[in-house]
């Protein structure tokens, strides 16, 4: 059976969530090996082989932490080497974390071959994996496939559950030689980002998320506490220009979720700017076009949101009795939960 | 020594029009206005600034694309940057990030450079792994997705704020760096400097000027291949809950429905 190559995403060996997800796809297109690399790779193997890995490489040196991204490039190439000399190897599968987007990428053009990022589904097909990917801010929906090389496809949290599979798990270790441009950005400090013990932006399955219909950051509390009663993180909606940040900081939500789309890896995204009203940024932002009729201004100062000539009606901003401001749910898998 | 920026931009069709894709499914950039990637307003941003902090430097604006995406880089000279290079050639069309990859390394490579910045990802293609596949193809050290960024005496050094930890990062030149929509606000173009723009030199460039084959870019050159793109279907109304002093109750009813709870 054809072998899968599964970049496994840890924090000193505690395996990250979307890595257990991609297991779950890997086993529908073939045998999983994962790669574990930096501290903690063998003490993922145990999680790892519970979730269908029938291989852990492993390697760990002092490089991986010291430098940027180049010395995992390296080693993933030397586990890309090792398993496709010893057979078919059908595809390689990363997490759509930044960093490992950009191993993936490297790795894509040191092999020769195509890259998809950010799929959602995957699934065996006759010319390879085919990938869904959802675009334009999930306004469509694009089904592609790697046409040259091995598949290098990167695949966003929550795109698939994470399934129980019991397979060997041997671990090998991996021999790695780091190249010379390996050392090239050294990591001078890292400082682990603080952990407001809810779960991560990227990886929540919902997010609870206010704006400015909270009416203040004195208020943002209310948004928190229908997240903790979630068990998700909090985010904040966020404004062109970030307007409200500032405003907002004491609140300290979890992070901001809104444009760029780029910044945060949802499959979903719902806000609410102002109680009442539902909409996900795009449409919202299309129906103000078209309630304030076309942009007459030339086409190269034409850009984002025109100014606004009327200010949300104060009377809907932080309503509501029981405590209850704006909150919108961004969930997966139940399209129209948003109220 | 001078200086020598190369800022790679794109331009993007508006996230506010209508975005869609074209019958042989690639972005339809004819049909919706196109403008700067607002991304990579924040790259040209930290290239002004840091030529302001270098004693010499020259900052040029370079983008892949079809005629139109002369105006991101007007928008970007008149933000201040020094010159412009427009790679165009009808072979380009429907390229993906490999083919587009290596044109931007031989443009960059030909124009000469010291440091080559990008914004973190396209506004339409959304994939963030450019910057990192430039650095691969030349060669150089990637110090990516900074949300500060400062160049001192040959060595760049900034801060990465990743998933689980924020890191300092430094490498020497030349380099490619990538920055965040957190580095800094862009700036708008003033009068004089939308005027300026105006005569500031564009250097056009053609694949043969660049030495690649046809065959390496465009739809066919393409190592991905898109199947198909589906419109999302319109979504059905939600339920609008009102308070009468007992929304809460409704609220957590609706979500025990749900089984978000």
Redesign the interface.
């Known amino acids: 059976m054809a072998e899968v190559l599964v970049y496994v995403d840890h924090v000193d060996g505690a395996v990250r969530k979307p890595t257990l997800e991609l297991l779950t796809l890997a086993r529908r297109i073939g045998e999983p090996v994962a790669v574990a690399l930096g501290n903690g790779a063998e003490a993922t193997a145990e999680v790892l082989a519970e979730h269908g890995a029938v291989k852990v490489l492993t390697a760990d040196a002092p490089e991986f932490a010291d430098y940027l991204v180049v010395p995992k490039v390296d080693a993933l190439q030397a586990a890309y080497e090792a398993v496709s000399a010893g057979g078919s190897l059908a595809a390689v599968l990363v997490p759509s974390s930044a960093e490992a987007k950009e191993i993936a990428a490297r790795l894509a053009v040191r092999i020769g071959s195509g890259i998809i990022t950010d799929a959602v589904d995957l699934e065996a097909g006759q010319e390879g994996p085919v990938a869904t990917q959802a675009v334009f801010a999930a306004s469509y929906t694009t089904k592609s496939r790697v046409s040259k090389g091995t598949p290098v496809i990167t695949v966003k949290p929550n795109s698939a559950p994470v399934e129980a599979a019991p397979a060997a798990g041997a671990v090998e270790a991996l021999t790695v030689s780091f190249g010379e441009k390996s050392t090239g950005t050294k990591v001078v400090s890292r400082t682990p980002r603080e952990s407001t013990g809810r779960p991560e932006l990227t990886e929540a399955a919902i997010v609870v998320s206010g704006g400015r219909g909270v009416n203040g950051a004195e208020n943002f509390h209310v948004i928190e506490e229908l997240a903790d009663s979630l068990g998700a993180p909090s985010a904040l909606a966020r404004r062109r220009r970030r307007r409200l940040v500032p405003a907002l900081q004491p609140g300290r939500p979890d992070r901001q979720v809104g444009l760029p789309a780029a910044v945060h890896r949802l499959r979903h995204l719902r806000r609410d700017p102002a109680p009442g009203r539902h909409a996900d940024l795009e449409d919202d932002r299309r129906r103000q076009q078209g309630r304030r009729g076309p942009d007459l201004r030339p086409r190269r100062l034409r850009r984002g949101r025109r100014p606004l000539h009327g200010r949300p009606a104060a009377d809907r901003r932080g309503q509501g009795p029981q405590g209850l401001t704006c909150a919108s749910l961004a969930a997966p898998q139940s399209a129209g939960a948003v109220w | 020594m001078s200086l020598r920026i190369v800022v790679c931009v794109k331009y993007v069709p508006?996230?506010?029009g209508?975005?869609?894709?074209a019958d042989d499914?690639t972005v339809d950039r004819d049909d919706v206005?196109g403008?700067?990637s607002?991304?990579d307003e924040y790259a040209v941003e930290q290239a002004l600034q840091i030529a302001d902090e270098a004693d010499d430097a020259e900052i040029t604006v370079l983008t892949v694309g079809p005629e139109d995406a002369k105006?991101a880089l007007?928008?970007a000279l008149s933000m201040g940057a020094d010159k412009a290079v427009h790679v165009e050639d009808d072979d380009l069309h429907g390229t993906?990030?490999?083919g587009t990859?290596l044109v931007l390394a031989k443009a960059i490579e030909q124009t000469g450079y010291d440091l080559v910045i990008t914004g973190?990802?396209?506004?339409?293609g959304?994939?963030?792994?450019?910057?990192?596949?430039l650095?691969?193809?030349l060669?150089?050290?990637?110090?990516?997705?900074l949300s500060e960024v400062s160049v001192e005496d040959g060595v760049v050094?900034g801060r990465?704020?990743?998933?689980?930890?924020?890191?300092?990062?430094?490498?020497s030149l030349p380099?490619v760096v990538s920055v965040?929509?957190q580095s800094g606000?862009a700036r708008y173009p003033s009068f004089k400097g939308i005027m300026a723009a105006k005569k500031k030199p564009v250097q056009s460039l053609d694949l043969d000027d660049l030495g690649i084959d046809a065959d390496e870019v465009g739809l066919e050159g393409?190592?991905?291949?898109?199947?198909?793109?589906?419109?999302?279907p319109a979504?059905?109304a939600?339920?609008?809950?009102k308070?009468e002093?007992e929304?809460?109750k409704q609220?957590a009813e609706?979500?025990a429905g749900?089984?978000?709870?």
Do not use: Y
């Open positions: 508006d996230a506010t209508d975005r869609h894709f499914l206005d403008l700067l607002e991304l105006d007007r928008k993906d990030v490999m990859s973190m990802a396209s506004t339409d959304t994939m963030g792994v450019l910057p990192a596949i650095a691969e193809r060669g150089v050290p990637q110090v990516t997705l050094k990465r704020d990743g998933d689980s930890a924020s890191e300092q990062l430094e490498a380099a965040t929509d606000e393409s190592w991905t291949q898109v199947d198909s793109a589906t419109e999302r979504r059905t939600g339920s609008i809950l308070d002093g929304g809460g609220l609706f979500l749900q089984k978000f709870i």
